[in-house]
Structure formats: structure tokens, C-alpha cells
């Protein structure tokens, strides 16, 4: 079974950093991992940027899938975002970078 990472980078609505962070912890990970091929999620906040520009992007979402079909498991994300079985909160500004990768290969440890 192939192996991806989706890679999610939010900001959240000026003055509701605390409702974005509540809610994307503790309510939209586990909305995502109960998609099937969605296995964990895990969240990240900017420590510091290694370009001069600085990122517009201060949270990160990574997520494993394991899905022969990402397209199907992409679609099936979509198709539950903005419902009852995935409410988007309004404390997430609209502008958001998300793209999936595939794995290429095992990782390298020290």
C-alpha cells in the first residue's frame, strides 16, 4: 500500500488564535483520521524560518495516509470538509496551503 504525507499550513482568523488552536486540536484531527486511509495527525507550530521572508503560514498539519487510491481518500476528505462530520470553524482563516505527498522512501535515522 502506497504512503503519503498530506502537509496542511493554516493561520488563523486575527485575535482567535486560542479557538483555531482548541478547535484544530481537538476537534478537526480527529475528524480527519476518522476518514479511512487517514492513519495520524499531528500539529506544529513556527519556531523560526530559515529564509529571509517570513512564512505566512505560522501552523503546520501533517498527516499520514496509507491508501492505494489518494485521489479517492483526497475526495473523501473534501467531500466531508464543511459538514456535520467535518465542521470547518471560522477561526481558521480561508487561506490554506495542503498538498500530499508520496513517499519515496524509508527515512534516514542518525
Do not use: C
Request: charged share 25%; aromatic share 10%; proline share 5%.
Amino acid at each position: 500500500m502506497a504512503r503519503y504525507k498530506l502537509i496542511v499550513m493554516t493561520k488563523p482568523v486575527e485575535g482567535r488564535e486560542r479557538d483555531f488552536n482548541d478547535w484544530y486540536q481537538n476537534v478537526h484531527l480527529h475528524d480527519v483520521v476518522a476518514v479511512k486511509a487517514f492513519k495520524s495527525a499531528q500539529r506544529f507550530r513556527l519556531n523560526q524560518s530559515m529564509v529571509d521572508e517570513p512564512s505566512p503560514w505560522p501552523y503546520l498539519a501533517i498527516y499520514d495516509v496509507e491508501t492505494d487510491d489518494i485521489d479517492g481518500a483526497i475526495a473523501e476528505l473534501k467531500k466531508r470538509a464543511g459538514t456535520a462530520r467535518m465542521v470547518i470553524s471560522d477561526a481558521m482563516a480561508p487561506q490554506v496551503f495542503a498538498s500530499a505527498y508520496e513517499e519515496l522512501g524509508p527515512a534516514v535515522k542518525s
